[in-house]
């Protein structure tokens, strides 16, 4: 790592492809019909996603933008799942028209619909509020147990959506969209949301081919559910209503995937005493790592320079920026950090590039380990790069 120049993410080839194979032979255990649907949002580096394409998964998107790098990144239109309110309805269009995919997010979108061709018939599916106060309370955070995304079967909403589908003759509503960002990530849930989206599709009658469960789940972490035991759960909550047999269940993992193959390296540039402790000032940021800030705790070592014994009761790792709390987490009675020592952060790969700020730092170096050396995916940002996506002319 000492040809390194950090700050910088580094991802493991090795780690990022026992993820995937993990992930889809777990799948095809419990699953005669699947997909397995990376999420762009988690983690967009090109490489990834040929990774993923390779391999035989589809691209998950939620908006415009990410439709159309899938599809610069090699996918196949027929090999994207098309979710969220951000489609426009050019790519939307596009996307039914060519064999995408498609959850019904917002009530334009069904609007939409009516602007293809009527000398075919298009499947669609659409997207079901999950309500976790009422169908998972234990797994509900107090401020989000109520989800901003699809139509709710607890109101009239997803009737008037379902019904102004059906009412369209070239429109055919084949599936059901689920996906509910949870708080624990607990197996328990998912077997609950399978089982209400059994409930609520009971109540029509429709040729359903697909439930797409979505992702959020835990990749492959010691002490942390397993992808098998999150596949039972599902199968055993869909097979309440559903015939495995016949229909298609669709997941898509981010976090699962990609997760535990990405590290950051950041270097020791500046150790100052303050008060009783010192401060150890990084190259890297909070803002790489943590972007949400709600992280306490972080899987980490240390690459020191040099071996020298100086026990320290604290030291405060922080981050370069000019914000106060750019304070990452606390060291205590270990050997005092030096300047030249590295920091790496592992398990770093979710939600952490695609939200990264351009805030007095630009984007740093991409590094790919694929075992025996380090080569460069994507050179770090500089300020004429900055400069010149602002050039019109």
Same mark, same amino acid.
């Given at each position: 790592?000492? #040809? ?9 080839? @090795?780690?990022?492809?026992? @993820? ?10 419990? *699953?005669?019909?699947?997909? *397995? ?41 027929? /090999? ?36 293809? #061709? ?35 079967? =607890?109101?009239? =909403? ?8 059906? #009412? ?23 077997? $609950? ?19 797409? &469960? ?21 199968? $055993?909550?869909?097979?309440?209503? *559903? ?16 997760? @535990? ?15 009783? *402790? ?17 992280? #306490? ?26 914000? =106060?709390?750019?304070?990452?987490? =606390? ?28 805030? &007095? ?7 790919? /380990? /694929? ?23």
């Amino acid at each position: 790592m000492e #040809s390194i120049e950090t700050p910088a993410y580094i991802v493991n080839k @090795s780690n990022l492809e026992t @993820s995937i194979t993990s992930f889809t032979s777990a799948k095809k255990t419990h *699953f005669k019909n699947s997909i *397995f649907s990376y999420s762009l949002k988690t983690n967009s580096l090109p490489y990834i996603l040929d990774e993923v394409n390779r391999r035989g998964g589809f691209a998950e998107v939620v908006s415009s933008d990410e439709y159309e790098l899938a599809r610069l990144a090699g996918f196949s239109i027929n /090999n994207i799942v098309y979710n969220g309110p951000l489609k426009s309805k050019a790519t939307f269009l596009e996307a039914i028209q060519g064999g995408a995919i498609v959850n019904i997010e917002t009530t334009r979108e069904i609007e939409w619909l009516d602007e293809l #061709s009527k000398d075919h018939t298009y499947p669609v599916g659409i997207r079901v509020n999950i309500d976790l106060a009422l169908i998972s309370p234990d797994d509900a955070k107090d401020d989000e147990d109520y989800s901003r995304f699809g139509f709710s079967a =607890e109101n009239s =909403e997803l009737d008037i959506a379902i019904n102004k589908i059906l #009412s369209l003759k070239h429109i055919k509503l084949t599936g059901f969209h689920v996906h509910r960002t949870t708080l624990s990530r607990a197996v328990s849930t998912y077997k $609950e949301i399978s089982l209400y989206i059994g409930k609520v599709a009971s109540k029509y009658s429709l040729d359903i081919a697909y439930v797409d &469960i979505g992702g959020g789940f835990y990749g492959i972490m010691e002490g942390k559910p397993s992808f098998e035991e999150y596949f039972l759960a599902v199968k $055993e909550g869909l097979s309440t209503y *559903f015939d495995l047999e016949k229909i298609t269940v669709i997941f898509e993992p981010g976090n699962a995937i990609v997760a @535990s193959a990405v590290d950051f390296i950041t270097s020791v540039i500046d150790v100052k005493k303050v008060r009783d *402790f010192y401060l150890v000032t990084t190259d890297g940021s909070r803002n790489d790592i943590d972007p949400f800030y709600k992280k #306490s705790s972080y899987f980490h070592y240390f690459l020191r320079s040099e071996s020298i014994k100086n026990k320290t009761p604290l030291q405060i790792v922080t981050g370069g920026t000019c914000l =106060e709390y750019d304070k990452i987490f =606390e060291v205590k009675n270990e050997d005092l950090l030096k300047v030249n020592d590295r920091v790496v952060y592992k398990s770093v790969g979710a939600y952490t590039m695609t939200l990264s700020p351009l805030f &007095i730092r630009f984007f740093p170096n991409i590094y790919l /380990n /694929n075992g025996s050396s380090y080569r460069l995916l994507r050179k770090k940002w500089s300020a004429s790069d900055f400069f010149d996506i602002y050039k019109t002319n």
